[in-house]
């Protein structure tokens, strides 16, 4: 099919794709739950890979950076709306966390990051003396 073939509706015109879409930035969604020992945070990334995600700690700062890449090699689109770019995500973590002891896991479109908390920030029970 060739894009003449193509009728536009009232207000509409197709174009032809362009060769290269500009590459965007997503907010990506992320939960936050805090556990007695850590912070558990998940960050949906899909159209991502596990190897290519930068995930960084500096200066309290924890950054996401998780490239979506593009789909178009080889193809002859009519019309392109898929984009493509990076899901940036960053926060800005206090002195509780272990930045020593971050990990993350990516399964099926999901970043999970554990935040362990340093030792003082934990929950702890205080024994009560009596005399």
């Keep these: 099919m060739q894009c003449e073939q193509l009728t ?17 930035n997503f907010v990506p969604p992320v939960d936050i739950v805090e556990l007695p020992e850590e912070l558990l945070l998940t960050a949906e990334v899909p159209g991502t890979l596990g190897e290519q995600i930068d995930v960084r700690f500096e200066d309290g700062e924890l950054r996401i950076d998780a490239p979506v890449a593009p789909r178009t090699a080889g ?28 990990s993350a896991e990516y399964v099926d479109g999901v970043l999970t990051l554990h935040l362990p908390k340093v030792e003082a920030a934990k929950p702890r029970r205080i024994a009560v003396r009596t005399n």
């Design 8 to 24: 536009p509706t009232e207000g509409q015109e197709v174009r032809q794709a362009p060769t290269e879409l500009p590459r965007r």
């Design 75 to 102: 193809k002859n689109f009519l019309l392109e709306e898929y984009a493509v770019g990076s899901y940036v995500r960053s926060f800005r973590l206090g002195q509780s966390i272990d930045g020593t002891r971050i």
